[in-house]
């Protein structure tokens, strides 16, 4: 777990210089608050240039205007140069020092956490930002995987086990259809018909911000409203890993009805029953956990986009601003994050398995 940690962290510090980039100064990332102001200045006055052109405004108004325009941005960037080389970034990533200290100072804020201040939100930690956010995205997540989870579990066992009716094999077919939409495509179709078209859910947001009684915090009316707000996204999500994890517990229980432990439990004489929960189910579930563990990475992301369809104020959803914002720490501390939480799932894995398979706790003893 640490080792893909520290791997990842030092690909994220790599490649950005690699490239020559300077989250503190670079072209490509959001600039400075001096040059920001510079920006808006040159936009107004631009804005007023053309409004003069359009009106054909006398000769040598508009010459004046423009030469002031230049002059207020020569100003502007001279001012700034002095302060863009030591910028409260600058400072904090320490591009002056060398390289092995740069990745030194990196590493060290990293384990404690730090991961730097965000250009939208500054001198707020980016750290702090996220967690707000990371709270709504666990709770999505966590809720739909685990319903999603459950009920793909059972449905593919009872589908793919040779006592079932019949009739429950023709649901293989869409299943397999509905595992291959996107949870965000979900998503639209939901906000049409449900949102849109009858009105029984909100079309967007974490809560009610219209109302303004409305409190975010640990109350009843924040709590039912934000459960409400919630319910559409986590069906887009719930939809779509049901049937993946439908037609994988399928696959797993055809391929049991082979294995010895099987025939002899039927030789046994067992209830049906007993031998589809004791037998087959219960050894079925050792691979599904292990995809469910390998699967948080993927599932993040398309909890990602799933955010950004319904406004919701997840990760995914700050993940879109930083990159409208061109917000380089905060763009590159949620993909920490999200690496964080994808390592130490598979290290739970591993902690767990013995505990789910005995087969694994014998061979450690």
Known sequence: MILIIWL?????????RQFGLNPSNAGLFTPSPQVQRMREIDTQLREEFEKLSAANAEDGVIDELEAERVRILEDLIAL????????????????????????????????????????????VSVFSVIRNSLFW??????????????????????IGWPGAPKWTRWGITPLLAASAIPYYLLGWILIWFLAFRWGLFPLSGGWDHFDPLMSPGWNLPFIISA????????????????????????????????????????????????????????????????????????????????????????????????????????????AFVVIVLLAVAMFLLDLLLPLLDRRIRDDQS
């Open 8 to 16: 990842s962290a030092t690909v994220m510090f790599i490649l950005p």
């Open 137 to 158: 995205t666990l709770g999505l997540v966590g809720v739909s995987t685990v319903i999603a989870f459950t009920i793909g579990s059972l449905a593919g066992g009872f």
């Open 227 to 334: 459960l409400y707000h919630s319910i559409l996204p986590a069906f887009s999500v719930i939809l779509a890993t049901t049937a993946f994890w439908t037609v994988s517990m399928r696959g797993l229980m055809v391929n049991m009805q082979g294995e010895d432990y099987m025939v002899y439990a039927s030789a046994k004489g067992l209830k049906p029953g007993r031998i589809f929960f004791r037998y087959g189910l219960r050894n079925a579930l050792l691979p599904q956990f292990t995809g469910l563990a390998a699967s948080v990475g993927s599932l993040l992301t398309g909890v990602l986009l799933v955010e950004l369809v319904f406004d919701y104020p997840g990760i995914g959803f700050l993940f879109w601003q930083s990159i409208r914002q061109e917000d380089v720490t905060m763009m590159t501390g949620i």
């Open 80 to 123: 700034n140069d002095d302060r863009l080389a030591l910028t409260a970034f600058e400072q904090q990533f320490g591009f002056g020092e060398p390289i092995i200290v740069q990745y030194r100072n990196y590493i060290s804020s990293l384990a404690r956490f730090d991961l730097g201040a965000s250009r939208r939100f500054f001198p």
